[in-house]
């Protein structure tokens, strides 16, 4: 891994820090163009919302458990996406 990709990374840092999260795992599929973003594991949602901008908002038991955002690589501009 170069310098810039670290640098990216730790542009990340602060906004990791101030999730409400302790662990949060991802996973993108470049193919679906999808990213999982996961609070719990194992998670078994039992419950999901989409939202109006195209995420869906996973659940169990009434809490948070991950989201999965369609048409991640479109979403580069940052924050103005969660409604």
Known sequence: MGAVEVKRIMNLVPELLEAPYS???TAYDKEADVLYINFKKPS???D???TDDDIIIRYEKGEI????ILNAS???TGYGQLN
């Open 48 to 50: 999901s919302e989409l």
């Open 74 to 76: 479109e979403r580069k």
């Open 23 to 25: 662990r949060i795992w």
């Open 65 to 68: 458990i991950g989201i999965t």
């Open 44 to 46: 078994h949602a039992d």
